[in-house]
Structures are given as structure tokens and as C-alpha cells.
């Protein structure tokens, strides 16, 4: 099944606690991006990746680091997690955007940071 | 400054009849625009996809409308059932790789 997944689907933690959330596709897709999710903000683009080893800033990079080492996987770090990293945290994928394609988007992640 | 809004933000309706959800949106460039059904606590998931020339598009029930005049879209849903229960996305695509979200609205469906 065409899916994308994400790990773990919920995480508490404390501030100051290096963690890394996983996101995988098994689509072949080029493009992966992660976005969090704010009641009353919506969906908010922290980083994206157009292809392996490329990678770029969205809207609200800062706390957050990314890798794509491999096409299928694009983790995202919190190398010292705050409390208003407390989200809900989405990876989705897609086709190279140059046509007009599809987003698949994972389960997503809820985090608390206390 | 890129935005979209929608409106409205929450809607009630009871099953069966129709409703129209609004986005505006002053992005630029503008590639295109998408519609998601976000079920709580999911992730979004695509209903339509227009680009600049393309006025309407529909899935379903479900009818997307663009004026990229007035930088309007709408999204007409027929036929309400109870699973229409959810909130609805606007997008805009601008550039190649860049996504703008607007904040939903959140429409619930009585029986």
C-alpha cells in the first residue's frame, strides 16, 4: 500500500531532550516536506527536501534540523526540543513538483514538550 | 506578504443540504490551488487541484471554483453526509516548492 509513515505517532518529552522524529514513503517520491500544526495557525512548512541530499527552509525552520540521506526517508530533529515545539507534526510527500501533483501526507505526530 | 484566508471559520448544516466554503488568497507567484479534507487528528487529504487556467474542477460531490482574477476559490459540497465532517483546506502552491496554507474551515454535519 502507497502510504507514508511517520514515527512515533505520539512523544512527551522535556525541554532540553534531543529527539528525532521519522517519516518514510514508499512512493519513489522526490519531494518530502514537514509541516506542524497550531490550532487557529494551520499547517506551517518547516523544511523540505526537492530530491536526496537537497534540502531547504520553509516558514519555520528555527529548533528544527532535517536529513535526506536516502529518497525514502526524511527525519526531523529537535536538537534541544521547547515547549512551543508542542505540536502536531505532519510529513507528507510528492511527485517532483514541476506538474501539478499530489501531496500524500503521513499520520501525523503529536509531541508535548514540557 | 503571502496569505490565504477562508471563510467561514465553522459552519453547521445539517445533512443533506449543500454549502460553499471560501478562500482568498494574495500569493505570488501563484502555480496553484488545492483543496484537503482533514478528518481530526489525520492528515490532509487532497480533494482537487486547479491550476491558473482551469475555472472549475469537480471529485465527486465535492466542486472546487477558481477566479484567479479576483484570486478567489470556493469549494461547493452537495449533499451533505456526516462524513463531509471535517475541516477544509485551502492551498496555494507558489513557486515550485513552496506551500500556503490557509487555517481551515471546520465544517460539522447534523444528522
Known amino acids: 500500500e502507497a502510504q507514508v509513515t511517520q514515527n512515533p505517532r505520539y512523544l512527551i518529552t522535556v525541554t532540553g531532550k534531543k529527539l528525532t522524529v521519522t517519516c518514510s514513503q514508499n512512493?519513489?517520491?522526490?519531494?518530502m516536506s514537514w509541516y506542524r500544526q497550531d490550532p487557529g495557525l494551520g499547517l506551517r512548512q518547516i523544511y523540505y527536501s526537492m530530491n536526496v541530499e537537497v534540502t531547504d527552509k520553509g516558514d519555520v525552520p528555527e529548533g528544527y534540523k532535517v536529513s535526506r540521506k536516502e529518497k525514502r526517508n526524511f527525519p526531523l530533529i529537535l536538537e534541544s526540543p521547547s515547549p512551543n515545539q508542542t505540536s502536531l507534526y505532519f510529513c507528507?510527500?510528492?511527485?517532483?513538483?514541476?506538474?501539478?501533483?499530489?501531496?500524500?501526507f503521513g499520520p501525523g505526530t503529536r509531541l508535548t514538550v514540557t | 506578504k503571502n496569505q490565504v484566508e477562508q471563510s467561514p471559520q465553522s459552519l453547521i448544516i445539517l445533512e443533506g443540504k449543500n454549502c460553499t466554503l471560501q478562500c482568498n488568497y494574495t500569493v505570488s507567484p501563484f502555480s496553484n490551488l488545492r483543496w484537503y479534507k482533514q478528518d481530526t487528528g489525520r492528515g490532509p487529504v487532497s480533494l482537487t487541484i486547479?491550476?491558473?487556467?482551469?475555472n472549475t474542477k469537480s471529485n465527486g460531490r465535492y466542486t472546487a471554483t477558481l477566479d484567479a482574477d479576483t484570486k478567489q476559490s470556493s469549494l461547493h459540497i452537495t449533499a451533505s453526509q456526516l462524513s463531509d465532517s471535517a475541516s477544509y483546506i485551502c492551498v496555494v502552491t507558489s513557486g515550485t516548492y513552496k506551500y500556503i496554507f490557509g487555517t481551515g474551515t471546520r465544517l460539522k454535519v447534523l444528522a
Open positions: 512512493m519513489n517520491h522526490e519531494y
Open positions: 486547479m491550476t491558473f487556467s482551469e
Open positions: 507528507a510527500s510528492s511527485p517532483a513538483l514541476m506538474t501539478v501533483n499530489e501531496q500524500y
